[in-house]
């Protein structure tokens, strides 16, 4: 199920006023939606598209990478011939999905922009983390937008209702009580998306009917996936990762929301958890929220 998503038209503004200088990339964590929205856009968007997933592809399409990202004229020719199709030059565009898995894409991304016969959108999660980018130079010619789980007012397009937040937005912006019967109605939704959450698998099985024991199943194997990710980062960092995104519940539970070390390990030090909370936040697992009391100091201090 394809749904309505914000982050659509900050990628048609990109096409428009890019003029093909540069590739979008769209980042975020698993399973909220990229590759979905990515390939939705190129359909409605573009005359044609090639779609590289780099969880799939087979070792020749790496190999063309590998060896002739230096003479584009036969990359092109071998890619046509490898994925059995061909494109129109500045109609077109091809959509690098999972680039993290294969960060030589991502390096080749500067002398395909300047070539310019297509367009390109990149999608990936944890493309930032030093494992991924650390052989690799990093290209300017990238355009990033960041994206998130779907939000109230997505949940509540996914469910038909275009009607409710804006009018939850006028009365915040005018400062005018809707009223006690529609108060109650707006938080019963409200509750609603919290109980199923932003993940476009469980929204769709929500729609679709499926029961809230369903819904979970479907969360559960997401944080399986997340789970599975914080320990290939921890192999070498003493599962230091896995103990902050597992105590973030907790930490949330505190009355005023803070971060405490102290809840991850009684003698707990930042600079042995830097890393791991950095992790966390890069990876878009958890959104990280500083807590600035004295702006003209640096936050560094």
């Known amino acids: 199920m394809v749904f309505k998503r914000k982050i659509y038209e900050k990628m048609k503004a990109w096409k428009e006023l890019s003029g093909g200088e540069s590739a979008l990339m769209i980042e975020g964590a698993r399973r909220i939606g990229k590759s979905t929205i990515a390939e939705t856009f190129v359909q409605n968007e573009y005359e044609d598209y090639i779609l590289l997933d780099f969880a799939k592809e087979k070792r020749e399409i790496l190999s063309n990478f590998e060896e002739n990202i230096g003479d584009l004229d036969t990359f092109f020719r071998n890619l046509f011939l490898l994925k059995g199709k061909s494109l129109r030059e500045k109609q077109s565009v091809i959509i690098f999905d999972e680039v993290q898995l294969f960060p030589l894409a991502r390096q080749a991304i500067k002398y395909l922009v300047a070539d310019g016969r297509y367009d390109y959108i990149e999608t990936g999660s944890l493309i930032s983390i030093k494992e991924n980018v650390k052989d690799i130079l990093i290209p300017s010619e990238e355009y990033k937008l960041k994206m998130y789980p779907m939000d109230f007012e997505e949940f509540l397009w996914a469910k038909g209702d275009e009607i409710t937040f804006p009018i939850v937005k006028e009365a915040f912006e005018k400062r005018k009580s809707l009223g006690e019967d529609i108060h109650r109605q707006v938080m019963q939704k409200f509750r609603t998306y919290m109980a199923v959450g932003g993940m476009p698998q469980a929204v769709s099985a929500f729609v679709n009917g499926r029961t809230y024991e369903e819904i979970d199943f479907v969360k559960r194997n997401i944080l ?8 290939k980062y921890d192999t070498n960092h003493k599962e ?9 519940p907790e930490q949330l539970s505190n009355h005023n929301s803070h971060f405490k070390l102290a809840i991850l390990d009684k003698k707990a030090r930042y600079e042995r958890y830097v890393d791991a909370i950095d992790f966390v936040a890069e990876s878009m697992m958890g959104n990280a929220c500083i807590n600035v009391t004295a702006p003209e100091v640096a936050l560094e201090l």
């Open 240 to 248: 230091r990762a896995s103990v902050v995104f597992k105590t973030i």
């Open 224 to 231: 399986d996936l997340y789970e599975d990710d914080l320990k």
